[in-house]
């Protein structure tokens, strides 16, 4: 404004009044203006007075004890404020004055007194086909009508921003896989340095204490070794999702953006089509005020990522199930198992079933041993199969299976 104001001034010629009309300042404002290119800094104001000012070095104190205090025995907000009023006569304090107090001075504290170091964010930076983050978010559907949870699979490039979804009826160790090969298949590469993960049952089998180190599941292992992926685990709780937090926020601005109102849908086929539309056209977005879009980082991006193998991974869960002599058949499918491939009818959902002898169904007697492919599917589970446990037991009748 002080450059508007002298420009005008100079060479347009317009008066004082002029300008503290066309501005909309005072006329003390631009005699300051054209006295002074700089303007003059802003007062500070004095602090406010509060009435906690006499409370606070007795804030302060408990605090300080609170150091060498059992970690379990220290005081809590509630617990100071009731010291203030019972011991102190605190009249006038508040509550909500107490804790806001307290929630800037305890780590303020910690750090005065050399326990720890004050807490710090650096801004992060990635190099191209370097990085990338995996999250699983839960989203709401109509479903053929009926509300239904389902799991939105996210897997984002940190350079370009470059995400990929896909929706799954679970989010179990099928759908965990199923998710990276669509994602890796649509970026046309793996990435060659860390992929960002928390703890997820899918990959971690157990958190070794308060390390990095992880107990990966088999099956997850087996999968990282053909596709080349660096895993990295984030910390359990609210700081590790602040390591990966771009796939944290993906997943929010794509639900409030493309899921918002609640999707009507057949299946989820017909859900996941829309979202690869979704996807594409995200390409032309611009994160925040980078000057490329998301699609034209991922150009530079998408050379510099390692070639897929050329052969396929397994993703579905194979299981051989034997038929006694009693028609009955042992199954160790878990309800969170979205679908079962075959010819085997179930009330409400179709799930297939084949038998090693090229693919004849089972007879209604003893048929030996048959076998099928688990997958993530179009439908939730309905009927027998959605209640079924480990080894329990269900009989094959004339157009479906009875437990």
């Known amino acids: 404004m002080y450059a508007a104001i002298r420009h005008d001034a100079r060479v347009e010629g317009l008066s004082s009044r002029a300008l503290s009309a066309k501005y909309g300042v005072g006329r003390r404002t631009v005699a300051m203006a054209l006295e002074s290119v700089w303007p003059a800094p802003r007062k500070q104001l004095p602090p406010r007075i509060s009435r906690l000012d006499a409370f606070k070095a007795t804030i302060d104190q408990i605090l300080r004890d609170d150091l060498d205090a059992p970690r379990k025995q220290r005081h809590t907000v509630k617990r100071v404020f009731d010291r203030l009023i019972d011991e102190h006569d605190a009249q006038g304090v508040t509550y909500s004055m107490v804790r806001a107090y307290i929630a800037v001075r305890r780590p303020e504290i910690r750090v005065e007194e050399g326990r720890g170091p004050p ?39 940190s350079f370009s921003g470059k995400a990929v979804h896909k929706i799954f009826a679970s989010c179990g160790q099928e759908a965990f896989l199923e998710g990276h090969v669509h994602a890796l298949q649509v970026l046309g ?29 088999d099956r997850w292992t087996a999968f990282r070794s053909h596709f080349s992926i660096n895993s990295f685990y984030c910390n359990p709780g609210i700081e590790g999702a602040h390591e990966k ?20 849908v057949a299946s989820l086929a017909e859900l996941n089509a829309m979202v690869e539309r979704w996807d594409e056209e995200d390409d032309a977005r611009r994160i925040m005020q980078r000057a490329l879009t998301i699609g034209e980082m991922f150009a530079v991006e998408r050379p510099l990522l390692v070639a897929l193998p050329e ?9 051989s ?15 969170e198992i979205p679908q079962f ?14 038998d090693r002898r090229r693919g004849r169904a089972p007879r209604s007697g003893c048929v030996g041993r048959s076998w099928g492919r688990v997958v993530a599917g179009d439908r939730k589970p309905m009927g027998a199969v959605s209640s079924a446990r480990p080894e329990r037991r269900w009989c094959p009748g004339g157009d479906g299976l009875l437990p």
């Open 321 to 335: 199930l034997r038929v006694d002599r009693y028609s009955l058949l042992l199954t160790e499918l878990q309800p």
């Open 189 to 217: 590469g793996v990435p060659r340095g860390k992929v960002r993960y928390d703890n997820l049952r899918a990959a971690v089998s157990q958190v070794l204490g308060r390390t990095r180190g992880r107990v990966e599941s």
């Open 311 to 319: 052969e396929e991974f397994e993703t579905g869960l194979v299981s």
């Open 341 to 354: 491939r075959g010819r085997i009818r179930v009330p409400g959902s179709t799930f297939p079933a084949r």
């Open 119 to 157: 807490q710090a964010f650096v801004p992060q930076t990635h190099r191209p086909g370097d990085e990338a983050e995996v999250d699983f978010g839960d989203v709401w559907i109509h479903l053929d009508g009926v509300p239904t949870k389902v799991f939105l699979f996210s897997l984002r490039l």
């Open 245 to 264: 937090g771009g796939v944290e926020g993906q997943i929010g601005w794509f639900r409030r953006n493309h899921l918002v109102p609640v999707p009507k």
